[in-house]
């Protein structure tokens, strides 16, 4: 693995402040002098200045990265750093996690399969005083038979038994629900149906953008119309 070097310092250049201010000045001869054009001459000069200020916005940014781009590859190297620690870390993170979360699934799975073996043996205790409450009643025993349907009626149907698993100082587990789409066209049908939840369905924008593009004015689907958004570029020279 090869040694990341992380500099001590980083140099940071100073802009000319020339430049800084040359930004102000062509906004001022733009709001002065093209603010309004009527003329032939008058785009032909606008579009000059139009070059010159794509100029000052390349220098501009060339200023900019010269500053940036010490701290940038700085921060780069920081970051790669502490990544693979980090990555160690966060491994390890979810192998203890995995291992606890199947241990508490099997925990709950042997309590659920408890309580149902205890209700289960409760139904049949249900069951047999209420057929001894009839063999008594049969006999003659009605005092006897009434006290047999009283302890089956008071006889619990379910008994809750305690997860071990969920006594663990310092850690806690949690439960999050998502969403799976298992069916777009129901889902589709349904919201078709019931617009209320018309949120639910976001259109794919990237596709109707792409369809747009290639089809520009002739694009025809219900719903969606062709936006032309015009923009004026100026080069450099």
């Known amino acids: 693995m090869s040694t990341t070097i992380v500099p001590e310092s980083v140099a ?16 001022v001869l733009a709001r002065s002098t093209h603010r309004v054009i009527a003329t032939q001459e008058q785009c032909e000069a606008a579009s000059e200045d139009l070059k010159l200020i ?11 990265t010269s500053i940036t781009r010490p701290l940038t590859d700085a921060q780069r190297a920081i970051n790669n750093l502490f990544r693979v620690p980090r990555e160690m870390l966060d491994e390890a993170e979810r192998v203890i996690k995995g291992s606890v979360l199947s241990y ?11 309580e149902a073996i205890a209700a ?12 001894e409450a009839l063999r008594a009643e049969a006999s003659g025993k ?3 038979a009434e006290a047999l349907r009283i302890t089956a009626a008071v006889t619990p149907t379910r008994i ?15 439960s999050t629900w998502r969403a799976e789409l298992i069916d777009k066209n129901a889902l589709v049908r349904y919201v078709a149906q019931h617009p209320e939840w018309l949120d639910l ?8 953008n792409g369809l747009a593009r290639s089809q520009k004015s002739a694009l025809a689907l219900p719903g969606v119309r062709a936006v032309e958004n015009k923009q004026l570029v100026a080069r450099a020279d």
């Not at 250049?13 to 102000?24: E, F």
């Not at 508490?104 to 408890?114: G, I, M």
């Not at 369905?201 to 109707?208: G, I, Q, S, Y």
């Open 120 to 131: 289960e043996t409760l139904r049949r205790e249900r069951e047999k005083l209420e057929a």
């Open 160 to 174: 809750d038994m305690a997860n071990a698993a969920a006594r663990m100082p310092g850690l806690s587990s949690r």
């Open 12 to 27: 940071i250049a100073r802009p000319d402040p020339a430049l800084i201010q040359s930004a102000n000045e062509l906004l």
């Open 54 to 64: 794509r100029a000052r916005q390349r220098q501009l940014e060339d200023a900019r």
């Open 201 to 208: 369905l976001e259109p794919n924008m990237v596709a109707l």
């Open 142 to 144: 009605f005092e006897k």
């Open 104 to 114: 508490q699934a099997a925990e709950e799975r042997k309590r659920r399969e408890a």
